[in-house]
């Protein structure tokens, strides 16, 4: 868990999670660790929008710690869930999804309604169709002749 920078929040963390199993507390994470930390998690916790849409693409189930998102895709598509924020229900949240391996794999393998992650290979299969690949000698001759 990458910790946020304020004192406020991290004096509120630290005695609770400092030492737990199961928990590494970080310090906050620059895109492509944040990216390696999500690909070998369990389980995502949240409250980042951005986060809602990057987890199922790589199957990581999300609970979303909300009463309410402005990406409910996720929740239709069954990627995610609402937990709230009350200490209780998140809890109970994590440990009902984790204490079932049935509907954690029914949400780690729930497709993910902003994307397959394969749009830039749908682009350049697109661009090779239809600008077809240049022909090496007539590339050769063009510097040739400048």
């Known amino acids: 868990m990458p910790l946020h920078k304020s004192p406020?929040?991290?004096?509120?963390?630290?005695?609770?999670?400092?030492?737990?199993?199961?928990?590494?507390?970080?310090?906050?994470?620059?895109?492509?660790?944040?990216?390696?930390t999500l690909a070998d998690c369990e389980v995502v916790?949240?409250?980042?929008?951005?986060?809602h849409e990057e987890a199922p693409?790589?199957?990581?189930p999300v609970l979303v710690l909300r009463e309410t998102t402005e990406r409910p895709e996720v929740v239709?598509?069954?990627?995610?869930?609402?937990?709230?924020?009350?200490?209780a229900a998140v809890h109970a949240g994590v440990t009902a999804l984790l204490d079932d391996p049935v509907r954690y794999r029914r949400m780690a393998a729930a497709p993910s309604p902003f994307?397959?992650?394969?749009?830039a290979d749908r682009i350049l299969a697109r661009l090779a169709h239809d600008?077809?690949?240049?022909p090496a000698a007539a590339a050769s001759q063009e510097y040739e002749a400048v």
């Open 76 to 87: 239709r598509a069954g990627a995610a869930q609402l937990v709230g924020t009350d200490p």
């Open 131 to 134: 600008l077809g690949p240049a």
């Open 57 to 60: 693409s790589f199957d990581k």
């Open 8 to 36: 406020a929040v991290r004096e509120a963390l630290l005695p609770v999670l400092a030492g737990r199993p199961g928990i590494t507390l970080t310090e906050p994470l620059d895109y492509f660790d944040f990216i390696a």
């Open 115 to 119: 994307g397959d992650g394969h749009a």
């Open 45 to 51: 916790l949240t409250d980042s929008g951005g986060v």
